[in-house]
């Protein structure tokens, strides 16, 4: 299984950000699909999925302010993110669950959120 995430960049406070991953050569139907964040000397943390069948849920720290969506012809995840603050800096990492509940991550892609 292959996942292509791309987005990451330079944004200043307040500012938005759009992140995508593809997926490719799952074997098995995608269940649930999102991201997660990792941030400088912390632990990995959710900060979006959306699982078929259940729906959507959030950090708290994201409610409000990310949006995480599907494709599902495309087996494309999205996490539109705005109003960005700086303790949102961190590598994304896109994932995929499948009906099996095995998990497969995405390379992982900078945001850092900065004036």
């Known amino acids: 299984v292959q996942l292509q995430a791309s987005g990451g960049g330079l944004v200043q406070p307040g500012g938005s950000l759009r992140l995508s991953c593809a997926a490719s050569?799952?074997?098995?139907?995608?269940?649930?699909m999102g991201w997660y964040r990792q941030a400088s000397g912390k632990q990995r943390e959710l900060v979006a999925r959306?699982?078929?069948?259940?729906?959507?849920d959030y950090a708290d720290s994201a409610k409000g302010r990310f949006t995480v969506s599907r494709d599902v012809a495309k087996n494309t995840v999205y996490l539109q993110m705005s109003s960005l603050k700086p303790e949102d800096t961190a590598i994304y990492y896109c994932?995929?669950?499948?009906?099996?509940?095995?998990?497969?991550w995405g390379q992982g892609t900078l945001v850092t959120v900065s004036s």
């Open positions: 959306i699982t078929t069948g259940v729906g959507t």
């Open positions: 994932f995929i669950d499948d009906r099996l509940a095995s998990r497969s």
């Open positions: 050569g799952s074997r098995f139907r995608i269940v649930s």
